[in-house]
């Protein structure tokens, strides 16, 4: 079965400590991405990689770090400088980051700051 | 820059009644268009996009839109309501190889 996968689902985690959501994808798809969710505020882009070990900022990359080593593999670590972190976090890959491009999501990890 | 906006937070339908969810765009260029649904605590998904080949897109669970450059719109409608049609609906452009979503539109379906 291809698609995207995301873990955990459900994600604690005390003031202070940096945490990684995981994400992964066997479609063979270049471009990945990760969005944040807010209620009422649709998905923001945090960061976005178009090719292996290259990535750029999206439009709220403050207090977040990605890495992307592997074509499958675009893991996002979520910083003690982020100020507001509770949120439901959402992967996504496309095939090439075209403007056409579909871009396919995983199940989203909900992360909570205790 | 490109931008969508979404008319209504929430929408409430009867079943068996029309759908019609309401998506402006802003943009200097030719917008490529989407729209996806969200079910409660999961992922996005493609319902149709809107790539300049036809004006009329129709998209997976009887869903489709029309893109009306006069407008500036990419209206989603279907023509009658299903329980299962609950749910969050987002429009967005892409711009320049990003997407840009609106606010989502949180539809209740009643019997």
């Known amino acids: 079965d291809g698609g995207i996968t995301q873990s955990p689902k459900y994600l604690f985690r005390k003031e202070g400590q940096n945490v990684t959501l995981s994400c992964e994808q066997n479609l063979n798809h270049d471009a990945m991405y990760w969005y944040r969710q807010d209620p009422g505020q649709g998905l923001r882009l945090i960061y976005y990689s178009q090719i292996v070990n290259d990535f750029q900022k999206g439009d709220i990359a403050e207090g977040y770090s990605v890495s992307r080593e592997k074509k499958e593999s675009f893991p996002l670590t979520v910083t003690s400088a982020q100020k507001n972190p509770t949120a439901f976090y959402l992967c996504?890959?496309?095939?090439?980051?075209?403007?056409?491009?579909?871009?396919?999501f995983g199940p989203g990890t909900r992360l909570t700051v205790l | 820059a490109q931008s969508v906006t979404q008319l209504g937070s929430h929408v409430s339908v009867s079943e068996g009644a029309l759908v019609l969810l309401r998506c402006n765009y802003s943009s200097s260029v030719p917008p490529y268009l989407f729209w996806y649904v969200q079910y409660p605590n999961q992922g996005l998904q493609l319902l149709l996009k809107y790539t300049s080949a036809a004006t009329l897109v129709k998209g997976i669970n009887g869903f489709e839109a029309e893109f009306k450059k006069s407008e500036t719109s990419f209206h989603l409608t279907k023509p009658s309501a299903h329980m299962s049609d609950a749910a969050e609906y987002f429009c967005a452009v892409n711009a320049g190889g990003k997407l840009q979503f609106g606010a989502g539109t949180q539809v209740v379906v009643t019997p």
């Open positions: 996504a890959s496309s095939i090439d980051g075209g403007n056409t491009d579909t871009q396919y």
